[in-house]
């Protein structure tokens, strides 16, 4: 092992303080027993069992999954569509135009696309609810699956499909049984993206959510604006352990498949 | 010289200079279906234009391609080889004319109902299928039962001899394994058409060469009609029953191997096909197929023998291969042509060496000798003043 120059280790400890102090603040409190957030009054898990009894945060976490899920899922399927079509649709008409339009989402500004679905919604007089979150979130999280995916495609070979088609395929078959498998990672890390996109999404959801339609994100800004309570800090450090489990496991997973691929590599050499 | 020349008489005899060439259109006599007046093309390509744009890929041609025969598409990269072959497999539309397929018009039969299959040039094995889900892909298609499948396949695996590898993935084999699988899984819904697109490109030298056996071994055994895309003339000599030499979108010749060797049509196919001289000069007609061709000031003219009809004073292109100029120190007696010159440049190659001769004129003639024997005193080195000498019969003229 390499020891570090006290500059190097100077810099690291102000970066990560940086980026993890705040969190680590937040988890201790979390285990604080005294009501008051800034001051330490011993350990204790009782927040967690309050916010488990705690039926409107445990309705806005059903809400918000229930988003996330039908958003994700239906962001993924059309967000692959237009990067099948923009990539490999040939040069149609306007190609140019609909590749820089389905990107355009992703720096528009969120206030302005939450009060433009606003007034849409109005507009049709669609009442505010799961589902005007749902068509909201697929809205802006289409534009992310569709960069993931398109990314991926620009480099699969097309030859593939035309093999597929050649050996008695659909054009539709070709799709489902070779294109699709291939460029799958790419889809699944869309769909993830969409997924935690639509998890913690405050401001769009607060302009086309309704009365019964809180979600997680709305309903701990709006309990923060009365204070912040230590079951915040709770319900926060649960999240935090989540999303960190779901990133250990993805990177452990991703890690070992390298690892066989190398192994593919050298057994293949062996066999030449 | 006395006892040299029956040596000399003989060697000439092994060369084939005095024997009579058989015609170039009887070349192959066992299987040449193409002077069969009566015999139906399996592919017949009629006035078909192919253009991209403004660009045209393919220009008015008419192609007839027989049952099993291996055809080679010859030709620099960018001739409109694999527009052809795209267009054959359903990836490309036909502009203008039609392509029939045993007799039927298949431009609008899309290539997932076409009895054509298709080796790629990159492969293009399904990476997340093993190697049996690969072959047994398009059987799959077909809605075959589990055991017919399972028996085609593990008859192909035998085939490409690659048995022990049924259960692996794409990047587990080998480049010359995955070839075979590619080759393999093209084959296994019987075809009555087989397409392969540069199919050894990707392998080195050696591999390569045992894979031309290979592949003609597999093309008799399966009784398959192959259509082969390639830029390697070798490779094109060597598997094919008939090639075509392209250039921009038309067919310049088809032939056999040998017909297009020793019998090109024009500069441009000698050219590029194999080693070739090029002399251009003026025919002056002399006897009945002979002509003689004034080709340089202060040069007697060289007599060569044509088929084709050439009027006199009509420019014309003497194209003669290398092996057939042979190259001594003293004057020859009796040749047909005799030039004499100044050796350039040696190159030796092992089995043979090739002498470029400096002519007065300043034209560079190759000559080339095979080196029959181990250790034989070269006695011909660089400057040395040299007589080249060929037959009239040893060339081929051509009007461009």
Known sequence: MKRLSPFNITSLTLGFAFLYLPMILLVIYSFNSSKLVTVWAGFSTKWYGELLRDEAFLDAALVTIKVAVMSSALATVLGTMAAYVLVNGGRFFGRTLFSGMIYAPLVMPEVITGLSLLLLFIGIGMDRGVL?????????????????????????????????????????????????????????????????LSLDDLVIASFVSGPSSTTLPIKIWSSVRLG????????????????????????????????????????????? | MGPLRPCLFFYLFLRGDLVAKPSTDTWDKEFSPWNDPDEKPLIRFKNVTKKFGDFVAIDDLTLDIYTREFFALLGPSGCG?????????????????????????????????????????????FPHLSIYDNIAFGLKRDKLPKDKIDARV??????????????????????????????????????KLLLLDEPLGALDKKLRQDTQFELMDIQET??????????????????????????????????TPGGIYEGPNSVYVADFIGDVNIITGTAKAAGESKYYVDWGVNQAPILAT?????????????????????????????????????VLDIAYLGNLSTYHVELPGGQIIKAQTANTRRLSRRNITWEDPVWIRWNATAGVLLAE
């Open chain 2, 154 to 191: 593990a008859e192909m695996l035998k085939l490409v001899r690659l048995e022990k590898f049924a259960r692996r993935k794409p990047h587990q084999i080998s480049g010359g394994q995955r070839q075979r699988v590619a080759l393999a899984r093209s084959l296994a819904k019987g075809p």
């Open chain 2, 306 to 342: 044509s088929e084709r009809p050439f009027s006199d004073g009509q420019e014309c292109h003497l194209a003669i291969r290398p092996e057939k100029i042979s190259i001594t120190k003293e004057k020859p007696e009796e040749a047909e042509n005799a030039v004499q010159g100044k």
């Open chain 2, 222 to 255: 399966t009784g398959t009609t192959f259509v082969i895309v390639t830029h390697d003339q070798e490779e094109a000599m060597t598997v094919a029953s008939r090639v075509a030499v392209m250039d921009e979108g038309r067919i310049i010749q088809v032939a």
């Open chain 1, 228 to 272: 912040v309570s230590p079951e915040i800090n709770a319900l926060s450090t649960m999240m935090i352990g989540i999303v960190t489990i779901g990133v250990i496991t993805a990177s452990l997973v991703s890690k070992r498949k390298s690892l066989n691929a190398q192994k593919d590599a050298q057994a293949a050499e062996r066999a030449a």
């Open chain 2, 81 to 125: 080889k694999t527009t052809m072959m795209r267009m054959l497999a359903g990836f490309e539309s036909v502009t203008e004319g039609t392509i029939e397929l045993a007799g039927q018009n298949i431009a609008d039969v899309p290539p997932n109902q076409r009895a054509v299959n298709m080796m790629f040039q990159s492969y293009a094995l």
């Open chain 1, 132 to 196: 005007t979150i749902v068509l909201a979130h697929t809205t802006f999280a289409m534009c992310y699956v569709s960069v993931v995916v398109s990314s991926r495609l620009v480099s699969f070979d097309r030859s593939l499909e035309e093999a597929a088609l050649d050996l008695g395929c659909n054009r539709f078959d070709a799709f489902r049984l070779v294109t699709l498998p291939i460029i799958a990672p790419a889809v699944i890390s869309g769909w993830l993206l969409a997924f935690t």
